[in-house]
């Protein structure tokens, strides 16, 4: 979905949950590196779009396929997804299934639909699990490939919900213009007093500011809030 696309929403409630990944130059790219049959890019880092409730994918997932998955919320008992939650590193649904098996429902629908060997890798912010960038194809993913799909997982999934991140983010989190101004000088390695002159806040109102910012995004300190915020493109 296209950046203009977007710009037709008022807020990322009214986007559509799910959303078709062309095969565009990125995709495209990538399947020239490691071939695959589907890719899906779920999650993003805001409540309550955060992986495992397929509140946000883009895919190019049969439209069929995850109209079911979707409908019947199959997503609540799939073991693949139940797996990736209590892990950090990759999850292939042949092992998961070898140790816990799918619905006959959800075996049913993947066999239907031609989609194989799903392999999952989580997307994580410190502890949080808010992401998954998933792999399928019939001819299971060997070792050498699980190990470059692991090292650019971030990447694709950063890639992909950028804009949509960008574009609703600060909304989503209510970051006010103070709050942004503060952390877009604090980001430039400015002391207080010194985004104080420069925002022309009181100091108190600089540091209230920082403390209310640093909670919305969950940050532990200033340093890390500055971080976040540069992280999710919130400022430069």
Known sequence: MATSEFRDYPDI???????????????????GAVAFDFI??????????????LNSVDSDFPPGFLEVYHAE????SDPVVASAKGVDDCVTEADVFAVTPPSARLADLLRGYGVFNRTLFPIR?????FGAVTFTRRLPFDQGEIDFLRRIAGLVHSETTQTLMETFATQSLKLSVGEL????????????????????YTVETVNTYMKTASRKLNAKNRAHAIAEALRRNLID
């Not at 779920?42 to 992986?51: A, I, M, Q, T, V």
């Not at 919320?73 to 609540?76: A, G, N, P, R």
């Not at 912010?125 to 699990?129: E, F, I, P, S, V």
């Open 13 to 31: 409630m009214s986007v559509p949950r799910h959303r078709r990944i062309s095969s565009g130059s990125f995709v495209t790219r990538l399947r």
């Open 40 to 53: 899906a890019v779920s999650g993003l880092d805001l409540d309550p779009y955060r992986f495992g409730m």
């Open 73 to 76: 919320k199959l997503y609540l």
């Open 125 to 129: 912010r410190n502890n949080l699990l």
């Open 181 to 200: 101004t503060c952390l877009r000088f604090a980001g430039q390695g400015m002391t207080s007093e010194q985004v104080s002159k420069a925002a022309s």
